[in-house]
């Protein structure tokens, strides 16, 4: 069984996973079974790879990056089981993503082996045809349209529409008394995407269109209940970048706007949905995306196992757990709805807001999984520094661990302890492959 304290004293030692390998230990099921009518076996299992921190640092591959995919890629370019790439990044469209991973990788991905933080968003379709404010920086105009919305508004229409609002910066307030133009629908819903550019700006016009109900033009409402719905991918406090310490995320723009919120009105700010990890949306997600990708192989055992392999704890462990949790009791109660009380009182209170709602969506969108399990595979190539000062009291510093997560994911310690710590993506995969009993190309 995992336990708390190697995780803390910095698991990913030789000696130990040399040790293992010696003596045998891997998975006792075979990851391979049956052949294709060409006679190649067929996967039986499928790979969730973070990014950043994992494949590269800000611009930058990771050198073991190549290395593990020489192993997963045939002498025709062709991945020998399914591989998708889950990020919570969310400022470019998948199709970028994939552009750009093909040619750090030097292998061809297609857009649909990328999930971004936004990509459940094309579930949410009772919103698609509402009029909605997005947030976050990039091409958020094309994105939401991408993923489906048909009238969209940015913070810079709604400041160039209301130029009184937006007062922080004394540079960009108006020279000359203003009147505002106004001529932007009143809005529906907002979606944000990721962290914007200028924060004081997006601060002050969302919190002023959830305290007016969508109408600029009116004052503040703030007893007014319940506000606007409110959408936000990647929940990332922060991501780790070229420099030695990791730099703020969206995550910590939502803890920004979270308490903003609550200082004006008393009342914490809620949400329809959050997407990104470590949310289990996100992960049935990328499930589906591996189902897809073994059809259009022609692989037609079914994919059984997940492997998520990330470098943050309180994303990529966090919620490669939780969905395992959630496979775990489907497995055990067969019921999809008793599912969704369980998972939501076990994980996360963003479960119960983004509803029994999420579980009918995967129902309805994407199908029941197929996967039994999804196990959690931590790196040491990004946020998580294995070396890092292992506290005199350990047990209290579990019980009173600085939980990085977002507000509405409660701390569970057994949701932040990985079921393999490896030095890279390059070892996650050998011991992945050793698991399943694959041999490497």
Partial sequence: MRGLLPFYRGACTLSNRQARRKAGIV??????????????????????????????????????????????????????VPVVFVTNAGNCLRQTKADQLAHILGIPITQDQVILSHSPLRMFKKFHDKCVLVSGQGPVLEIA????????????????AFPLLDMVDHNRRPKLPSNPIGNLPKVEAVVLFGEPIRWETHLQLIVDILLTNGNLSSVHQPQKTPHLPL???NMDLMWMAETHS??????????????IYKKITGRNLKYEALMGK??????????????????QRQWKLPITSLYAIGD??????????????????RVAVKS???VAHMGAAAGSDAAAAAGGGSVNLW??????????????????TGVYNPNAEVPPDASHCIKETVFHGHRDFRFDPALVEPDHVVQDVAEAVERILELEKMEPL
Avoid: W
């Fill in 246 to 259: 990791p730099r703020f995320g969206h995550g910590t723009f939502l803890v920004c706007l979270e308490n």
């Fill in 312 to 329: 943050n704890l309180m994303t990529d462990i966090y919620g490669a757990n939780l969905y395992n949790r959630y496979l775990e009791e």
């Fill in 27 to 80: 998975g006792s099921r075979c990851g391979f079974c049956g052949t294709q009518s060409h006679g190649k076996p067929q996967p039986r299992f499928g790979l969730l790879f973070d990014i950043d921190g994992v494949l590269v640092r800000g611009r930058q591959p990771i050198p073991a990056a190549k290395k593990a995919f020489e192993k997963l890629v045939d002498s025709r370019g062709r991945f020998v």
């Fill in 231 to 233: 959408l936000a991918c």
């Fill in 145 to 160: 349209k991408n993923v489906g919305f048909n009238n969209v508004i940015s913070v810079d229409m709604l400041r160039e």
């Fill in 363 to 380: 129902e309805s969108e994407l199908a029941l999984p197929s996967a039994t399990s999804c196990k959690s595979v931590l790196v040491c």
């Fill in 278 to 295: 470590p949310s289990e949306l996100t992960y049935h997600f990328a499930e589906y995306l591996i189902r897809s990708q073994a059809t």
């Fill in 336 to 338: 999809p709805q008793t």
